[in-house]
């Protein structure tokens, strides 16, 4: 079993930053985040594995960086030049090899 515990979201302006967090209960070799918007299938936003290897994206490179702790098994997400069409709920997601886990969601809201 592994819970997620998602902080970070918020309201931010346009152009802003915005830094979200994800704690897991245990280490997972690969975790990410993704997004979903009102009337949007949930979406790809960026993963990395244990290793730090990494894939984004490409309405996100450049802008947003995945990172992780494995000391503390926390995977995080720097977004940086938001644009208001990053507002969504972005979920923290632990990859194993036949399952997923999912955080609750934080809301995400870029204002123009």
């Known amino acids: 079993q592994v819970q997620l515990v998602e902080s970070g979201g918020g309201l931010v302006q346009a152009g802003g930053s915005l830094r979200l967090s994800c704690a897991a209960s245990?280490?997972?070799?690969?975790m990410g985040w993704y997004r979903q918007a009102p009337g949007k299938q949930r979406e790809l936003v960026a993963t990395?594995?244990?290793?730090?290897?990494?894939n984004y994206a490409d309405s996100v490179k450049g802008r947003f960086t995945i990172d992780r702790d494995n000391a503390v098994n926390t995977v995080y997400l720097q977004m940086n030049s938001l644009k208001p069409e990053d507002t969504a709920v972005y979920y923290c997601n632990a990859r194993l090899p036949y399952r997923e886990y999912w955080g609750q969601g934080t809301q995400v809201t870029v204002s123009s």
């Open positions: 990395i594995t244990v290793g730090g290897s990494t």
């Open positions: 245990r280490s997972i070799s690969v």
